[in-house]
T-cell receptor
Framework: GESVGLHLPTLSVQEGDNSIINCAYS??????FIWYKQESGKGPQFIID?????DKRQGQRVTVLLNKTVKHLSLQIAATQPGDSAVYFC????????????FGRGTSLIVHP | NAGVTQTPKFQVLKTGQSMTLQCAQD?????MSWYRQDPGMGLRLIHY???????DQGEVPNGYNVSRSTTEDFPLRLLSAAPSQTSVYFC?????????????????FGEGSWLTVV
């Protein structure tokens, strides 16, 4: 079946650096994508989303890029802080289909002070 | 606004016992779902509901039952707990997808229920 996967299970960065977390998706019908942050012992929290009619969307210190040609999604975090340390998930949804999101396994971001 | 509330936070069960994980949301969301999260496995869908009175199976439904008698509540029942059901369980809800990107279209998760079956 279709799946969402992350390229790197762990990403270590220095405080102040920019972080880039990648995600590959395989369902070409997916038209809505979400990034979540999950801190230890907590539920996933919404970070930013993007629809397939856009290729870039910016939030506060975060930017999501969508490349539909290669089915690739990325989350960029500017000036990474220790509080950004968490597991980050991407999710894809086919809004013309079941609306059920498919989640990747997650990337663990470790920020060193 | 409490969002998605799950209880209990932690539970230890003996093999063969039954229990219910409670989930409630106060956002009038039609879509609710239950996931389990195991190390290295990500979030796997157990059951979901698109509205009161409607439920359907997800990826890993065996050993679990759900019901949706109200919009607000979506309890998950373990019929006869097994060690393989040791996991972290998350309830999530969402309004129907409409319009452009908006936090109103996204999925909100509860804080999780840590279940250990011994």
């Amino acid at each position: 079946g279709e799946s969402v996967g992350l390229h790197l299970p762990t990403l270590s960065v220095q405080e102040g650096d920019n972080s880039i977390i990648n995600c590959a998706y395989s369902n070409s019908a997916s038209d809505y994508f979400i990034w979540y942050k999950q801190e230890s012992g907590k539920g996933p929290q919404f970070i930013i989303d993007i629809r397939s009619n856009m290729d870039k969307r910016q939030g506060q210190r975060v930017t999501v890029l969508l490349n539909k040609t290669v089915k690739h999604l990325s989350l960029q975090i500017a000036a990474t802080q220790p509080g950004d340390s968490a597991v980050y998930f991407c999710a894809e949804i086919d809004s013309g289909g079941s609306y059920i999101p498919t989640f990747g396994r997650g990337t663990s971001l470790i920020v060193h002070p | 606004n409490a969002g998605v509330t799950q209880t209990p936070k932690f539970q230890v069960l003996k093999t063969g016992q039954s229990m219910t994980l409670q989930c409630a949301q106060d956002m009038n969301h039609e879509y609710m779902s239950w996931y389990r999260q195991d190390p290295g496995m990500g979030l796997r869908l157990i059951h979901y509901s698109v509205g009161a009175g409607i439920t359907d199976q997800g990826e890993v439904p065996n050993g679990y039952n759900v019901s949706r008698s109200t919009t607000e509540d979506f309890p998950l029942r373990l019929l006869s707990a097994a060690p393989s059901q040791t996991s972290v369980y998350f309830c999530a809800s969402r309004a129907p997808l409409r319009g452009g990107p908006s936090s109103g279209n996204t999925i909100y998760f509860g804080e999780g229920s840590w279940l250990t079956v011994v």
